[in-house]
C-alpha cells in the first residue's frame, strides 16, 4: 500500500538552528516521484523539490538540503541556519508512476503525509 | 503568471445547504486535481481533470460531490447536500504535463475553508 509518513507532528527551534524534517514512504512501484510542499500562513501549497526514484543523488538549494536513501525509503528534508520566515507546515508527498508490476494509470495524484509543523522562533 | 486561484476563500454553510467552490488553474494547465484536507488529517486526493475528462475520481466520497470541468478551464466542485464531515480546506492543483515529461509538477491554490454547522 502506499503511505506517506512524517512521524513528527511539531518541531519548534530557535532562529540560526539546523532542522530536519522526516519523510519516510512506503510503494508497490519501482517508479515513483517525491515532493516537498511548504504551507506558510498564507495556507497556499508551495512546491518545494521533486524527486525521481531514479535519481538518487542529494540537492541543496540554498539553506534547503534533501537526501533521498531509497534503502531506508526515506527522503528528509534539512533547513540549515533555520529563519523565522522557515515558519509553516510542511508536506512530503510520493505520486506513483506505474512498473513492472501494473501499467501506468495516468494520473499523478499525490498521496501526503500529514504534515510537520516547524516553528522557529527568534 | 497567474498561479491557481481558488474562490471562495472561506465558505461557511449549515448542514444540509449546497456550497460549490471553484478552482482556475494556471492557463495552459491540461491537468487539474482536487483534494481535501480534513482537520488535523493528511490531505486526501479527489480527482484529477485531464481537460474536460475526469481522469480519475477514486477519491470522492460520495456522490454528494461532484465535479465539473467544462470546456477544459476551470473547475467547480458541488457538495449537495453538505454533512459536517465535509468540513475542511478544499485545495485546487493544477499541472501542465505528467510524469515522467516536464514540468509535471503540480501548483497549488491557496485552498477554501468549508465550514459546514
Known amino acids: 500500500a502506499q503511505k506517506v509518513t512524517q512521524a513528527q507532528t511539531e518541531i519548534s527551534v530557535v532562529e540560526k538552528e539546523d532542522v530536519t524534517l522526516d519523510c519516510v514512504y512506503e510503494t508497490r512501484d519501482t517508479t515513483y516521484y517525491l515532493f516537498w510542499y511548504k504551507q506558510p500562513p498564507s495556507g497556499e501549497l508551495v512546491f518545494l523539490i521533486r524527486r525521481n526514484s531514479f535519481d538518487e543523488q542529494n540537492e541543496i538549494s540554498g539553506r534547503y538540503s534533501w537526501n533521498f536513501q531509497k534503502s531506508t525509503s526515506s527522503f528528509n528534508f534539512t533547513i540549515t541556519a533555520s529563519q523565522v520566515v522557515d515558519s509553516a507546515v510542511y508536506f512530503c508527498a510520493l505520486s506513483e508512476a506505474g512498473g513492472f508490476t501494473r501499467p501506468r494509470d495516468n494520473t499523478d495524484k499525490l498521496i501526503f503525509g500529514t504534515g510537520t509543523r516547524l516553528q522557529v522562533f527568534p | 503568471e497567474a498561479g491557481v486561484t481558488q474562490f471562495p476563500s472561506h465558505s461557511v454553510i449549515e448542514k444540509g445547504q449546497t456550497v460549490t467552490l471553484r478552482c482556475d488553474p494556471i492557463?495552459?494547465?491540461?491537468?487539474l486535481y482536487w483534494y481535501r484536507r480534513v482537520m488535523g488529517k493528511e490531505i486526501k486526493f479527489l480527482l484529477h481533470f485531464v481537460k474536460e475528462s475526469k481522469q480519475d475520481e477514486s477519491g470522492m466520497p460520495n456522490n454528494r460531490f461532484l465535479a465539473e470541468r467544462t470546456g477544459g478551464t476551470y473547475s467547480t466542485l458541488k457538495v449537495q447536500p453538505a454533512e459536517l464531515e465535509d468540513s475542511g480546506v478544499y485545495f485546487c492543483?493544477?499541472?501542465?504535463?505528467?510524469?515522467?515529461?516536464?514540468?509535471?509538477?503540480?501548483?497549488f491554490g491557496p485552498g477554501t475553508r468549508l465550514t459546514v454547522t
Open positions: 492543483a493544477s499541472s501542465q504535463e505528467l510524469a515522467p515529461k516536464r514540468n509535471y509538477e503540480q501548483y
Open positions: 492557463s495552459g494547465h491540461d491537468n
